[in-house]
Nanobody, 125 residues
C-alpha cells in the first residue's frame, strides 16, 4: 500500500517561512494529483494546495495564494509546499493526499484514498 510521509513542520513566528515535504513510497497511478490539506485548531480539515503530475496544473485555496507555492519532483515522488509570510491562522496539522485527478474537485477529501500522518506547523504572533 502506498505510504505518504510528511516532514518539515515546526514552530515559527509570524512572517516566517517553512518548507514542507511529502514523500510517497511509490506512484499509485501513472499520473496523479498530490494535495496538501490542513486542520487548524477548531476548524475542519481543508484543502490548501494541489499539483498534478505535469507540474503545470496547480490549485490553491484563496487564503494562501501569493504566499504558498506547491511543487513536486516526480523522480523522487515528492511534493513540497513552500510557505512564506506565515500567519497565526496557518497553524495546524498539514497532511498530504493522493488521488488520480485534480481538476475542479481537487479539494474533495472523500476522493483521496491515500493519506499521510501529518506534520505540525505552529505560527506564533
Amino acid at each position: 500500500r502506498v505510504q505518504l510521509v510528511e516532514s518539515g513542520g515546526g514552530s515559527v513566528q509570524a512572517g516566517g517561512s517553512l518548507r514542507l515535504s511529502c514523500v510517497a513510497s511509490e506512484s499509485p497511478y501513472r499520473n496523479f494529483c498530490m494535495t496538501w490539506f490542513r486542520r487548524s485548531p477548531g476548524k475542519e480539515r481543508e484543502a490548501v494546495a494541489a499539483i498534478y503530475s505535469d507540474g503545470g496544473h496547480t490549485y490553491y485555496v484563496d487564503s494562501v495564494k501569493a504566499r504558498f507555492t506547491v511543487s513536486r519532483d516526480n523522480l523522487k515522488n515528492t511534493m513540497y509546499l513552500q510557505m512564506n509570510d506565515l500567519k497565526p491562522e496557518d497553524t495546524g496539522m498539514y497532511y498530504c493526499g493522493i488521488k488520480i485527478m485534480c481538476g475542479t474537485t481537487w479539494g474533495r477529501q472523500g476522493d483521496y484514498p491515500y493519506w499521510g500522518q501529518g506534520t505540525l506547523v505552529t505560527v506564533s504572533s
